[in-house]
C-alpha cells in the first residue's frame, strides 16, 4: 500500500491543478500544486529554542497596539550592554530574537522601533512579498516600483503588501526554477562583482544553480543602508563583502547610521551579514549553498524534495548535515557548539572592552572635551563597534566562518582598547 | 489479561505483522533482489538509488559490485547477511522507520572494511604490520570511505 | 622478474635481515631490515619552503665554534619585535625556523643560545635518541635514567648520545608497534588524564592505535618546562591542555622562565605545543593523527608504508590531504594559505599589541615608577606574551586549529591593551 503509494510518487513529481501567473503570489494557490513545500512553508511558524539560536515562544497580553500573543525572547534584555552600545538608536528600544518566516511582516510592523522613527517603505523590501506591490506600483517595472515604494512612508507602503516573503518572490511560476526578485541584491552583487573586474553582472542570468541556492537568501540576509533622501535600499559591496571591506565604503562616504547619544560617535549599525559572512567561510568555499543547511532535502516517499520549513539546522541535524558529515547526531551538535561558545566568549569580550570605551568617552566628554579632541577615540568607537556588531548581528555565533568571526572580534577588542589609549 | 500475556502476544502480534509486511515487501518490492549479485537490482528500492549512482561513477565499478563490499566472504557467511540484510531492509523500508540519510551500522561496516581486504591484502600488509600479531588493524575506510560511491 | 619481485614484497614485506633488539639504536641497522622506510627517514635533510613553513636552506660559513655551512632563516631577524618580546632571554640571541629531523641534534648544540645559557642535560629528551642511553644510565630503568640524564650539564650529556629521533625511539624493536619511550609524556599525560578523571593512565598499555600515531609525535611537540633544581622535564597539563589552564598551572607555582629585561615582567616562553592545539582542533575531533598528514601511506612498489620523510604536508598535499578532501591540489592549498594568512595578520595586531604594552611598561619604569606599582600592568604582559607566543610558538601558523588559534590572539590583545590601561 505504502510501497505502492511510493512506487507511484516516485513516478509523478507534481500534479498541475491550477495555472501559476506572474500575477498570482498568493501562496495558498501555489500550494495546491506543491502541496508539500506549501506544509512546510507554513511550519515556520514553530518557535523552538536551540543554545544560540532557533527562538524562544513568549507569551504577551496582547493590545490594541500590538496584538500579538507570542513574541520571541527580547535580546537587549537578555543583555544590557546592547543598550548602552546602541544609546540614542532605536535599537536601544527593541530588540528581538528572530523568528520564522511566517513572522516577518508582523514583527517588523509591531515592532517598538517603528514607534521611534518614521521609517520608510524600504523597509519593505525584506519583510513581505514585494515582487507583485512593485510590479504594480512600477507599471510593470520592477525596479521603478521598488523606488516608488522606498519613499512611501512605511505605513503607507504596508498597505500595498500582504504577505510574508512568498513562493513568487524566489521562483518563477512557469519553470518553478529560482529567481532573484530583490533590486537591492541585483545592484549590490553587481557592485560586488564589478569590484573583481566582472562588468555589467546580471545575476539572473549568469548564477549558477548552486548559486541561486544561497543568492535567494542573499537577497535579505545581508549588511544594507538607505542611501539619500530617495531612502534607497543599497548593499555596500562595492569594495568587497568582508568586514574591512563595507567600512572602507561607509567612512568613504562618510556615512553614518546615528550619533551615540553618551559619546557623540558617529555609529554604524550592522544588520544580519549572513551572507557576507558565509562567504568567508569554508562551507561557501566547499560550494555548501545556505540551501543545502536550511532547506535540505527531505524525502516524501519516492520523491525528494527541500524543506520549505526553513529553520536552525540544529533543530534537523540528520538532514542537514549528515548527508555530508558521518558522524552521530550528538557529536554534530557538540560540534557546532564548541564553536558558537568559542565565540560567544570572545563576543563577551569584545563587548565588555565596548563597554569600558564607551564609559571612557563618556567621562571624557562630561569632563569637557571638546569632539575635536575626541574625535580620535569616537572614530576607534565607530569602528570597533561595527565589527562586534558584524559578529553580534551575524545570527550563525560564528558557525558560518569561525575564524574570520573570532578575527573580526579580535580587532573590534584591539580598536576599543586603542580608543581608550587615545584619551589618555 | 494479566501483564504477562500482554508482554507475550502484543510483541508476538507485532512480530507476526512485521513478517507479514516484511515477506510482502521482500516480494513484491523485490527485497529477494538482495539474494542476486546485479547491482542494479539494489537499486530496486529507489532508497537505494544515490548508492547505485555513486556506485555508476566510482573507482571501483569496474571491479567490485555492491555485495563485493557489503557481503563477507564464504558461502554461509554471505547468505546469512543477505538474507538479514534482505529481511530487515524491507521491514524498514516498508514501514518507513529508519535513519534518514541512511548509515551504515557498525556490524555492516566491519564487513565492507574486511572486504577491503579480500582485494587489497598484498598491498596493506606492510602497514598492517605483519609483526605486529594481535595488534588493532587499521580502518580503512577512515580515508577510502569514498572509494564505492561517493555520498 | 620485476613482477616476481613485487609479488614476493608483497608476501614477505619485512625481509628480516638482522634481528633487531632493544640495545640496537643506530636506524642504519634498522633500516637493514626496513630498507623503504629508511630511505625516506633519511631525507628529512631536505628543506624545502612554504609560504609560512618547511625551512630555508641558507649558506653559511663554517667556523670552529661552529661548523654547520647550512642553517635556516632566523626568525628574529625576520621579525624583529620578537628580540623585544624576549629581551633578556636567550631566544633574543637566536632562533631560526625548525628544519627537518635529520637536523635536531646539531641544530640543538651548536643554536647560540647555548653560549648564553648553560642548560641542562634535560633538553635531550627531546632532541636525540635517548631511550638507550636513559636505559644504560639508569641500569635498565627508563625513567631513572631520565633523571640522571636530566642532571648532568648539557654538554656532558650530548656525550651520552649519537643519533637524532631514531627507530628505536618510537617502534618496539620486536613487533614494530608503536610505544612511547619518553617520560616527560608518560607523566604528562597521566597528569591530563587524572584531571578527566581517569586514575593512573598508562599511555602504553591504554592508548589505541589512532591515538599513538599523534601520541609519538606529542612526545617532543609540545609546551613544557624544567621543574625545581633536578631540572625534571614537566608537560604541564594537569589542569588541562588549553592555554588557559596551562598559564593557570604556572600562575599556580609561580614559575616564570625569565624576567623581562625593560619591564621586569615574569615572563613565560611558550614553546612549540601543536600538540596541544591539535587537540583542540576539528582534526583532532574528527580522529585525524599527526601521522595521517605528516607521515601519510605512500606506495612503494606493491606496497603500501608510512612516508617517513616527516615534514610540511603542503610538500605532499595529494597524499596529505586528498585522501579525504576531493579538492584540487591548488584549491587545498589556497584554503591553508587562507587560514593562515588570516592568523599571521591577527597575530601581527597582537605584537604590535604587545610591543605598545612593553614600550609603555618600559617608559612608567624609567620614569620611576616601582615594581609594586606596575605589577598589574607586568601580569598583563606576561598574559598577553604568553598567550601571543602559544600562538606564534605552535608551528602550523594556525593551521591546527584555526578559530582557537584566533580566539587566543584575540584574548592576547585584550590582555596587552588592558596593560596599558592599567598603567594610567
Ligand atoms: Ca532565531
Ligand atoms: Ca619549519
Redesign the interface.
Known sequence: I??FE?QQE?KNPFYRVVDLTDEIDDPEVWGKNFPLQYDDYKRTVDQVRTRYGGSEALPRTPTSADPRNVVSQSKIEEDERLKIMWAGYAFSKDFREERGHAFMLEDQTLTERQQVVQQPGTCMHCHASVYLPYKKLGNGDLVKGFEVMNQMPYFEARKKVSHPVACIDCHDPATMQLRITRPGFIEGMQAFKASQGVASYDVNKMATRQEMRSFVCGQCHVEYYFKGPEKRLVYPWSKGLKVEDILAYYDEIKFKDWTHKDTGAPALKAQHPEFEMWNQG?HA??GVSCADCHMPY??QG?LKISDHHVRSPLLNI??SC???H??PEEELRA?VET?QE??F??RN??MD?LM?LISDLKRAREAGRTDGELATAQDFQRKAQFYLDFVEAENST?MHA??????I???S??F???G??AL? | MNNRILRTIVPGTIIGIALGIGIY?FV??RGGSYLVNDPASCANC??MRDQYDGWVKSSHHNVATCNDCHTPSGFIAQYATKASNGFWHSYA??T?DF???I?IKSGNLAVTDNACRKCHLDLIEGIEGGHAKGSETVSCLRCH?SVGHM?
Open positions: 505504502n510501497i511510493r516516485g569554508i568555499r566547499s527531505k524525502r519516492a540528520n538532514r549528515q548527508t555530508c558521518k558522524w560540534r564553536i568559542r565565540n566568549k570572545l569580550l569584545a572592552a569600558d560564528g569561525p575564524q574570520e568571526a573570532a578575527r572580534l579580535g580587532e577588542i584591539d576599543s582598547r586603542k581608550q589609549n589618555r | 515487501t513484491y518490492a529507489h532508497i523500508f516498508t518507513g535513519h534518514e540519510p548509515r570511505r555520498h
